[in-house]
């Protein structure tokens, strides 16, 4: 979850830079100071500049002057409408106004199909490399409908960004098929854990899936905390997902089998 809120705060920065004249400063190209950081976490010894304008009191005030609702119009019409994500990386590290920056000039590989959005730190994470064709067109659809929505005269912010929240809570995991169904349920003895939607069928080497549905996002949370747990030898890494990653994952071919936790198989 904290992944997808970094995500959209880089998505407000980047746009909220490239508004003429802009909203904010990029404070990593006006850095005083360098702060460079080792990482090793790609498998060799990287250095990344961290640097960035922490005292932002000596910045003169923007001059933008369009109001909260403006801005909020432009941010879903820039990024569905504007915004080139076949070519163009969200990249807050080099962004100003009139810039574009080209995705395919960055650290991380990539295609045109693909989204690219930098990790301003860590220039080998693209944090929106993971995100599935389903998933970009049902973001994209979402933005446009309420770009839409907000050009109507007597539009409420209630209409543009519905306070409905989900019915349903999931989490996602990777287990290889030799994990006995009821050693995995055992894993999340006591922790509400309603529905385990168990793959069928398991490509060899690639293990697909499992996806574990709660009744609220408090029981969600709890389970959460058995993230790194072993099972069946297996060490569990447990995502925060969505009924949206269910029915995509059915949509690539995977056949599910719903077992309800506390009466069995469903």
């Known amino acids: 979850m904290m992944c997808f809120l ?16 802009p909203v904010l400063p990029n404070l990593q190209k006006v850095a005083l100071v360098s702060f460079p950081v080792v990482d090793t ?52 590290r080099l962004n100003e106004p009139g810039a574009a920056i080209d995705k395919f000039s960055l650290s ?11 990790d301003p730190f860590d220039l080998k994470h693209n ?10 067109a049902r973001i994209l659809d979402e933005m446009q409908q309420a770009s839409g929505r ?17 019915e349903r809570f999931f989490l996602k995991c990777r287990v290889t098929r030799g994990v006995p169904l009821s050693e995995l349920i055992g894993v999340f003895d006591g922790f509400e854990v309603e529905v385990v ?6 490509r060899p080497g690639k293990p697909l899936p499992v996806f574990l549905e709660f009744a609220s996002a ?13 099972v069946g030898g297996c060490q569990l890494q447990l995502l925060s997902s969505s009924k949206f990653a269910l029915a995509e994952a059915k949509l690539e071919g ?10 069995g198989r469903a």
């Open 127 to 136: 944090l929106g490399g993971k995100c599935t064709h389903l998933g970009r």
């Open 6 to 21: 970094l995500l959209y705060i880089l998505l407000v920065i980047h746009f909220l830079q490239s508004v003429q004249p």
């Open 41 to 92: 976490k790609w498998g060799c010894n990287d250095c990344w500049e961290t640097g960035f304008l922490d005292d932002i009191s000596g910045l003169e005030p923007s001059r933008n002057t369009d109001s909260i609702g403006k801005l909020f119009a432009g941010f879903f019409s820039f990024f569905s409408k504007t915004f080139d994500w076949a070519n163009h990386a969200v990249c807050i």
């Open 197 to 202: 939607h168990y793959p069928e069928q398991n």
């Open 218 to 230: 408090a029981a969600r949370r709890r389970a959460h905390t058995r993230n790194e747990a072993h």
């Open 254 to 263: 995977t056949k599910y089998t719903p077992y309800t936790v506390s009466a």
């Open 150 to 166: 907000l050009a109507e005269q007597q539009c409420s912010l209630e209409q543009v960004c519905p306070s409905a929240k989900p």
């Open 108 to 118: 991380c590989p990539t295609s045109q199909e693909c989204w690219y959005i930098e």
